[in-house]
């Protein structure tokens, strides 16, 4: 089974430019969740979409967007970009259902650099 | 709010040291807890997970248990190789979400 796919790999931007980061997730997961991981930061929760649903959201400005696929793929934007947008952009996909559970294992993505210029 | 907090790193040991990663939590009701890791250059991968008190989680001779007293979820493993050097992160899914809350990270180095 493949595992979750993140593209592109690697994306250089200038400020005040916006972005797009795509995932796929592992065949017949339902859930993706977007993490942002910095060294100051560490890694941060931005949100999870469910059946095209974001059904849990982080602690983001609006300029972090994201939405989900009738196939489970999901993309981020982030518009307006700031220097402290530079970031690797984790993306996670679960089974999921629908009432949630906290037990299921979430796979990541290997992931997007994000370097905001 | 929910949070996760682990030892500080760098963690140098010698091939073969046991290893301890403190780990503790904050949360209301009832968390599953996980141990990630990260190798260098790869994403994150779960290593072991506990979804509720008392049990023990365990996968390539690292071993977690939940213990709901002290709020904590060490690490731990009986004879560190140089192969298992990378970044661990402790996170906690907080109960009825698939969101993950971790803490900051702790960096292993094994030297031969």
């Known amino acids: 089974k493949a595992g979750v796919t993140q593209t592109p790999r690697y994306l250089i931007k200038t400020r005040g430019q916006q972005v797009t980061l795509s995932c796929s997730p592992i065949s017949g997961h339902r859930s993706v969740s977007w993490y942002q991981q910095t060294p100051g930061q560490g890694l941060q929760f931005l949100f999870e979409?469910?059946?095209?649903?974001?059904?849990n959201k982080g602690n983001f400005p609006g300029r972090f967007s994201g939405r989900q696929f009738s196939n489970s793929r999901s993309e981020m934007n982030v518009s307006t970009l700031e220097l402290g947008d530079s970031a690797l952009y984790l993306c996670?996909?679960?089974?999921?259902?629908?009432?949630?559970?906290?037990?299921?294992?979430?796979?990541f993505g290997p992931g997007t650099r994000l370097t905001v210029t | 709010g929910d949070s996760v907090t682990q030892m500080e790193g760098p963690v140098t040991l010698s091939e073969e040291a046991f290893l301890t990663i403190n780990c503790t939590y904050t949360a209301t009701g009832y968390p599953s807890l996980f141990w990630y890791v990260q190798y260098p250059g790869e994403g994150l991968q779960l290593l072991l997970k506990a979804t509720k008190a008392d049990d023990k989680g365990s996968n390539k001779g690292f071993e977690a248990t939940y213990r709901k007293e002290t709020t904590s979820f060490h690490l731990e493993k009986g004879s560190v190789q140089v192969s298992d050097s990378a970044v661990y992160f402790c996170a906690l899914s907080p109960y009825n979400t698939d969101k993950l809350i971790f803490g900051t990270g702790t960096r292993l180095q094994v030297f031969p």
């Open positions: 996670a996909s679960s089974p999921g259902l629908a009432g949630a559970t906290s037990s299921y294992e979430q796979y």
């Open positions: 979409y469910f059946s095209e649903t974001q059904r």
